[in-house]
């Protein structure tokens, strides 16, 4: 069972595909040791996190962590979506009981890159496509 600190609203958690996960933490990734917890009891040892929040430790999700390495203040480089929907995807390839995750914040600067991400993705591998 996961208890949450009462001073921070747990971390919204959405599905995205049955394999694809968004984790939506505090602004600044305040309760992102939760967003962990809730991981590890459901997904030790297959889960990878793609990380948005610059102020989150690769530890805090047992190195499980791939950084973005982009800002998101600036238009992406097609070739960056490319390079992070290519590691989702080859994630998600390497055992059929992995899951990929999406960390951000409540910033809407964040959840507008997030759903850039989350689009490129689905476009990508095709999810949803009839």
């Given at each position: 069972m996961v208890h949450f600190c009462p001073q921070l609203p747990?971390?919204?958690i959405a599905r995205i595909s049955p394999r694809v996960l968004e984790i939506c933490c505090e602004?600044?990734?305040g309760n992102a040791s939760e967003a962990?917890?809730?991981l590890a009891e459901r997904y030790k040892g297959r889960f990878m996190v793609w990380n948005l929040i610059f102020d989150i430790s690769e530890t805090c999700f047992d190195?499980?962590?791939?950084y973005t390495k982009h800002d998101p203040r600036e238009t992406p480089a097609l070739e960056d979506l490319m390079r992070l929907c290519y590691s989702m995807r080859s994630w998600l390839e390497c055992?059929?009981?992995n899951v990929a995750v999406v960390i951000t914040d409540t910033s809407s600067l964040?959840?507008?890159w997030s759903v850039l991400v989350l689009a490129s993705f689905?476009?990508?591998t095709?999810?949803?496509q009839g």
């Open positions: 747990p971390p919204t602004r600044g990734g962990q917890q809730w190195n499980q962590v791939q055992d059929q009981d964040l959840q507008s689905l476009v990508y095709g999810v949803g």
